[in-house]
Nanobody, 123 residues
Framework: QVELVESGGGLVQAGGSLRLSCAASGRTSRDYDMGWFRQAPGQVREFVAAISWSGLSTSYLGSVKGRFTISRDNAKNTVYLQMNKLKPEDTAVYYC????????????????WGQGTQVTVSS
């Protein structure tokens, strides 16, 4: 069992930055590949970024590449999403999720989910 708790969301102006954190608990949480997804009202859940359990592999949604950076600190059981140059279209609830052996962009492969944190970018 892995429990995930996101934090760091908020209201920011376009062009600003936020850093989201996802704290994982559970004996083997550091063995999981981790992903960030987002969902805007009336929209489908969208992959944002993923990182392998070792931290050596990452992948990103095309529209956030170069602006967002996913990282992890396994000693702290925490995954981060640094978001720079934010745009109004980045507004959504952001979720972190954990998967084992299915690292990728398909939300159906992720077994554990956090409760989400709201990110609102004003124009």
């Amino acid at each position: 069992q892995v429990e995930l708790v996101e934090s760091g969301g908020g209201l920011v102006q376009a062009g600003g930055s936020l850093r989201l954190s996802c704290a994982a608990s559970g004996r083997t949480s550091r063995d999981y590949d981790m992903g960030w997804f987002r969902q805007a009202p009336g929209q489908v859940r969208e992959f944002v970024a993923a990182i392998s359990w070792s931290g050596l592999s990452t992948s990103y949604l095309g529209s956030v590449k170069g602006r967002f950076t996913i990282s992890r600190d396994n000693a702290k059981n925490t995954v981060y999403l640094q978001m720079n140059k934010l745009k109004p279209e980045d507004t959504a609830v952001y979720y972190c999720a954990a998967t084992r052996g299915s690292y990728g962009s398909d939300w159906r492969d992720y077994r554990y989910w956090g409760q989400g944190t709201q990110v609102t970018v004003s124009s």
